[in-house]
């Protein structure tokens, strides 16, 4: 069985732009979720979906969104970038929403 | 809110020694309790885990256990080898339907041959 895709695996971007990232769970799995890591805050969660809907949020400001799609694939953009939002954005799949989670390898997002 | 807190590191042994890498969380009714491992260059992967107290959790000769008195999991290996080397996370989940992890900082273990 495939695991988690995320793609790209590397962005670079300047200040100002937005980034759509993407994210492919595992087969069958319809719960995403999105982190993202960086040295100094380390491991933050953004938001999961379920079944096309936003099941929960964490405190990121409104610039990042997500969405996804009926194949359960996930998108999250990302507008007016900051330097800040330089980091490894980490995609999730799990079969139900309370299920053990599958990482994949991270989209790293470099703003300059 | 939930919170999670790892010892600080780095941590560096040498191969064959014992691990312990302390963990304690605050949470509100029965969470589950994760281990996780970053390896350079790579996402997370799930070590072990404890959905209820007392559970002992194992992997690839780790352990860990649920406890609720002292509201920790610490992670323990008896003999640690070089391919160990590697971030390690500590993790829960509240108890409900919820996915969202919430995460210990990290602690980098290196293991010297």
């Known amino acids: 069985k495939a695991g988690v895709t995320q793609t790209p695996r590397y962005l670079i971007k300047t200040r100002g732009q937005q980034v759509t990232l993407s994210c492919s769970p595992i087969s069958g799995h319809r719960s995403v979720s999105w982190y993202q890591q960086t040295p100094g805050q380390g491991l933050q969660f953004l938001f999961e979906?379920?079944?096309?809907?936003?099941?929960n949020k964490g405190n990121f400001p409104g610039r990042f969104s997500g969405r996804q799609f009926s194949n359960s694939r996930s998108e999250m953009n990302v507008s007016t970038l900051e330097l800040g939002d330089s980091a490894l954005y980490l995609c999730a799949s799990s079969a139900r929403s309370y299920n053990e989670q599958f990482f994949g390898p991270g989209t790293r997002l470099t703003v300059l | 809110g939930d919170s999670v807190t790892q010892m600080e590191g780095p941590v560096t042994l040498s191969e064959e020694a014992f691990l312990t890498i302390n963990c304690t969380y605050t949470a509100t009714g029965y969470p589950s309790l994760f281990w996780y491992v970053q390896y350079p260059g790579e996402g997370l992967q799930l070590l072990l885990k404890?959905?209820?107290?007392?559970d002992k959790g194992s992997n690839k000769g780790f352990e860990a256990t649920y406890r609720k008195e002292t509201t920790s999991f610490h992670l323990e290996k008896g003999s640690v080898q070089v391919s160990d080397s590697a971030v390690y996370f500590c993790?829960?989940?509240?108890?409900?339907?919820?996915?969202?992890?919430?995460f210990g900082k990290g602690i980098t273990l290196s293991v010297r041959p």
């Open positions: 993790a829960l989940s509240a108890s409900g339907a919820n996915s969202k992890l919430t």
């Open positions: 979906y379920f079944s096309e809907t936003q099941r």
């Open positions: 404890a959905t209820k107290a007392d």
